[in-house]
């Protein structure tokens, strides 16, 4: 069983940046495809980017393109989300994804583990 942990959460305005972590208990880490979704208030949980165990190859939806960017550390257990240019749209609880499903086909019933969420909110 994998236990993954978000931190940096917290409120921004826009235009603003915030770097969110995920840690990852355990040792399977390294053999999971990783990724943040995320979950506005009234909305369904969406995806928002994955990276490949080796961190070779990286998916974002759309609207994140171009303004976030996902990270892996294998060697601390850690998971990366760098989000830029921050929009008001972008305001959710961010949750970090394991999964052995190819990153170019995740969607919520792809997720093996989840963690807790951490809460962004942009302020326009």
């Known amino acids: 069983q994998a236990q993954l942990v978000e931190s940096g959460g917290g409120l921004v305005q826009a235009g603003g940046s915030l770097s969110l972590s995920c840690v990852a208990s355990?040792?399977?880490?390294?053999?999971?495809?990783m990724g943040w979704f995320r979950q506005a208030p009234g909305k369904e949980r969406e995806f928002v980017a994955a990276?490949?165990?080796?961190?070779?190859?990286?998916s974002y939806s759309d609207s994140v393109k171009g303004r976030f960017t996902i990270s892996r550390d294998n060697a601390k257990n850690a998971l990366y989300l760098l989000t830029n240019s921050l929009k008001s749209e972008d305001t959710a609880v961010y949750y970090c994804?394991?999964?052995?499903?190819?990153?170019?086909?995740?969607?919520?019933?792809?997720?093996?583990?989840w963690g807790q969420g951490t809460r962004v909110t942009v302020s326009s």
């Open positions: 994804a394991a999964s052995t499903r190819p990153i170019n086909r995740w969607n919520v019933r792809s997720v093996d583990y």
């Open positions: 355990g040792s399977i880490f390294r053999l999971y495809n």
């Open positions: 990276i490949t165990q080796s961190a070779g190859m990286t």
